[in-house]
């Protein structure tokens, strides 16, 4: 009977969704290439896991140990890139973060003894890192498609919370050699590593897969679009109503943030900027020319929801004045209104109407009716 290790069934599930993203085009994987940079070193890490505690192989530990001091940095770097308002990717200024590698270099030739240490330290450090980057929520990933913050930011939390499990498990084996003669450390190092690897990978494949569909041109005003649809007022009537599940509690308010969300308010009704899929904060901000802290600071006090549900609220207006209006498919309305899965979709149709946009339209179509022999 062959043994196949399940770090080895990890491993083809990451590669399967790494081809799912390098299917999706150039384009996408220019934007989303350190995700997919991520992805392929959390593969390989776990080939090399079962070949070392599935079959023994020992002769990789130094790989392993190389490839380890990587993950922290490259995890932090690609969710970072979804938080900078400026040009994603790499730069010179990033070279700090080849520091833990470039250390575990010299000391596995100089002394071996620390290496450990210094990997649980760089993990632990990591991981808080990016809690810290995720205190301020979903809008704080402002260069993220507005229509898929919510998994991005809740992709960033496990990414944090997989780190700092990592380091803490390491410091549980650490202990095992010291107290318990490593009776369980092969074990633990085996299926720790594996699941800290897939959480990872879950976290890369979900955070790469929402920010690598295809995006519009990043200018484009569809100038005349909001013009003779009927719709612009409706959907800024339904932008400003609560939200059925308001994520935020109402702040006290400021003329500035009164005038930046009536700004808002306006340019998303005239401009019709939610029809763009890949909107993100970042590109709001750009139009009206403001820090995106102070747009989500307005947004929050102002309406009380956050920026993706705020622009999602128009998207539903949207897809309901199409429901009402036209005979257009579910699937087609789900990208005419701006969103980009239909789960997404649904998911918000639900928040802000409380039903589903088929129980909707028939409600509608039976209002029709009820009224037309009345007329």
Request: proline residues 4%; aromatic residues 6%; glycine residues 8%.
């Given at each position: 009977?062959i043994?196949?290790p399940?770090?080895?069934?990890?491993?083809?599930?990451l590669?399967a969704?790494?081809?799912?993203?390098?299917?999706?085009?150039?384009?996408?994987?220019?934007?989303?290439?350190?995700?997919?940079?991520?992805?392929g070193?959390?593969?390989?890490?776990?080939?090399?896991?079962?070949l070392?505690?599935?079959?023994?192989?020992?002769?990789?530990?130094?790989?392993?140990?190389?490839?380890?001091?990587?993950i922290?940095?490259?995890?932090?770097l690609?969710?970072?890139?979804?938080?900078r308002?400026e040009?994603?990717?790499?730069?010179?200024?990033d070279?700090?973060?080849?520091?833990?590698?470039?250390?575990?270099?010299?000391l596995?030739?100089?002394w071996r003894?620390?290496?450990?240490l210094?990997?649980?330290?760089e993990?632990l450090?990591y991981?808080?890192?990016?809690?810290?980057?995720a205190?301020l929520?979903?809008?704080?990933l402002?260069?993220?498609?507005?229509?898929?913050t919510?998994?991005?930011?809740?992709?960033?939390?496990?990414a944090?919370l997989?780190?700092v499990?990592?380091?803490?498990?390491?410091?549980?084996?650490?202990l095992?050699?010291l107290?318990?003669?490593?009776?369980?450390?092969?074990?633990?190092?085996?299926?720790?590593?594996?699941?800290?690897?897939l959480?990872l990978?879950?976290?890369?494949v979900?955070?790469?897969?929402?920010?690598?569909?295809e995006?519009?041109?990043e200018?484009?005003?569809?100038?005349?679009?909001?013009?003779?649809?009927?719709?612009?007022?409706?959907?800024l009537?339904?932008?400003?109503?609560?939200?059925?599940?308001?994520?935020?509690v109402?702040?006290?308010?400021?003329?500035?943030?009164?005038?930046?969300?009536?700004s808002?308010?306006?340019?998303?009704?005239e401009?019709?900027?939610?029809?763009?899929?890949?909107?993100?904060l970042?590109k709001?901000?750009?139009r009206?020319?403001?820090?995106?802290?102070?747009?989500?600071?307005a947004?929050?006090?102002?309406?009380?929801?956050?920026?993706s549900?705020?622009?999602n609220?128009?998207?539903?207006?949207?897809a309901?004045?199409?429901?009402?209006?036209?005979?257009m498919?579910?699937?087609?309305?789900?990208?005419?209104?701006?969103?980009?899965?239909?789960?997404?979709?649904?998911r918000?149709?639900?928040?802000?109407?409380?039903?589903?946009p088929?129980?909707?339209?028939?409600?509608?179509?039976?209002?029709?009716?009820?009224a037309?022999?009345?007329g």
């Amino acid at each position: 009977m062959i043994f196949i290790p399940l770090s080895f069934a990890v491993s083809l599930f990451l590669v399967a969704f790494l081809l799912r993203l390098l299917l999706q085009g150039r384009e996408s994987l220019m934007r989303n290439h350190l995700f997919v940079l991520l992805i392929g070193l959390y593969g390989v890490q776990t080939m090399l896991v079962g070949l070392r505690w599935g079959y023994g192989v020992t002769a990789i530990l130094p790989l392993l140990s190389l490839l380890a001091t990587a993950i922290p940095p490259l995890t932090y770097l690609a969710f970072r890139d979804l938080a900078r308002e400026e040009g994603a990717g790499l730069s010179l200024g990033d070279w700090p973060h080849l520091l833990p590698t470039a250390a575990l270099l010299v000391l596995h030739f100089v002394w071996r003894d620390p290496i450990d240490l210094l990997i649980i330290a760089e993990f632990l450090a990591y991981g808080l890192r990016l809690l810290w980057l995720a205190r301020l929520g979903p809008d704080g990933l402002v260069a993220a498609r507005l229509d898929g913050t919510l998994r991005s930011h809740r992709s960033l939390l496990l990414a944090a919370l997989a780190l700092v499990a990592s380091a803490l498990i390491d410091v549980a084996i650490s202990l095992d050699l010291l107290w318990g003669e490593g009776r369980h450390s092969a074990l633990m190092v085996s299926a720790a590593t594996t699941l800290i690897l897939l959480l990872l990978g879950i976290a890369a494949v979900v955070a790469g897969t929402e920010e690598g569909a295809e995006e519009g041109a990043e200018e484009a005003d569809r100038e005349g679009e909001g013009s003779g649809d009927g719709g612009a007022e409706a959907v800024l009537r339904a932008s400003s109503a609560p939200s059925a599940a308001p994520l935020l509690v109402p702040q006290p308010l400021s003329g500035e943030h009164e005038a930046v969300a009536a700004s808002l308010d306006r340019l998303m009704a005239e401009r019709r900027l939610y029809g763009d899929a890949a909107l993100n904060l970042g590109k709001l901000a750009r139009r009206l020319g403001l820090p995106a802290r102070t747009v989500s600071q307005a947004v929050n006090r102002v309406h009380a929801m956050s920026v993706s549900q705020y622009v999602n609220n128009f998207r539903v207006a949207e897809a309901c004045r199409l429901l009402s209006t036209t005979d257009m498919p579910v699937t087609r309305i789900v990208f005419e209104a701006g969103f980009m899965t239909k789960s997404n979709f649904n998911r918000e149709f639900l928040r802000v109407k409380g039903s589903s946009p088929t129980a909707f339209r028939a409600a509608q179509r039976a209002a029709a009716l009820t009224a037309g022999p009345a007329g």
